[in-house]
Nanobody
Framework: LQLVESGGGLVQPGGSLRLLCKAV????????IGWFRQVPGKEREGVSC????????HYADSVKGRFTISRDNAENMASLQMNSLKPEDTAVYYCAARRDQLCSLMGDPSVDYDDWGQGTQVTVPS
């Protein structure tokens, strides 16, 4: 299983970015998807996740109302639309796949999610 993220970059506060997560070599239909972020020296933080059908979505309190997760199983990809970005959103963002219908941000992501992308850097200067 391979996940490839793209869409990161440098954006001014208040700006927007759209992160993409493309699954290569396997159908994404059977996998819940999560987005996580990590800052050096801190634990990986769950940002958002989406179930296989897209009916269930969860967001961290810190991004509710600003980020939107979606998926397109026909295109074998998921995305994270990030609006009203803040300096505290600066991190490396990872997408991850979980072979389960439902998604979760509550547990240990290294246990709950089976496959991870390489990460994409998002920088919002203060």
């Amino acid at each position: 299983l391979q996940l490839v993220e793209s869409g990161g970059g440098l954006v001014q506060p208040g700006g927007s970015l759209r992160l993409l997560c493309k699954a290569v070599g396997f159908p994404l239909d059977y996998y819940a998807i999560g987005w996580f972020r990590q800052v050096p020296g801190k634990e990986r933080e769950g940002v958002s996740c989406i179930s296989t059908t897209g009916e269930e979505r969860h967001y961290a309190d810190s991004v509710k109302g600003r980020f939107t997760i979606s998926r397109d199983n026909a295109e074998n990809m998921a995305s994270l639309q990030m609006n009203s970005l803040k300096p505290e959103d600066t991190a490396v963002y990872y997408c991850a796949a979980r072979r389960d219908q439902l998604c979760s941000l509550m547990g240990d992501p290294s246990v709950d999610y089976d496959d991870w992308g390489q990460g994409t850097q998002v920088t919002v200067p203060s």
